[in-house]
């Protein structure tokens, strides 16, 4: 069982007490009527697929309700850390990249 550490509410609890929201850090066009079928279509649909670390939004559902991001290894399933939305993508070092 994966345990995720929730940065608002200082716990870490099972991966049942959260929910997957999908990618972080996707950035919405300023306008959105301005873009193209296919610009929107990418934003909609076109996400990363890494093997290695991956930034990706959560969701407390079963705490205190609020979205954060976690950075994930998707081979190994580990979490590397977490922190709230908003925040930038921290940096790792050359040791927990390869988790």
Same mark, same amino acid.
């Given at each position: 069982m994966l345990l995720i550490?929730? =940065?608002?509410?200082?716990? @870490?609890? =099972?991966e049942l007490e959260f929910a997957y929201a999908g990618q972080a850090h996707v950035v919405r066009a300023a306008d959105p009527?301005?873009? @193209?079928?296919?610009e929107w279509r990418d934003f909609l649909f076109i996400r990363d697929n890494v093997k290695g670390v991956h930034a990706e939004r959560w969701q407390h559902v079963h705490g205190c309700g609020r979205f954060f991001n976690a950075l994930r290894h998707t081979v190994s399933d580990k979490f590397l850390t977490t922190y709230k939305a908003g925040e =930038? +993508? =921290?940096?790792?070092?050359? @040791?927990? +990249?390869?988790a």
């Open positions: 550490h929730c =940065p608002y509410c200082d716990e @870490t609890l =099972p009527s301005s873009q @193209t079928d296919e =930038p +993508r =921290p940096v790792l070092d050359d @040791t927990e +990249r390869s």
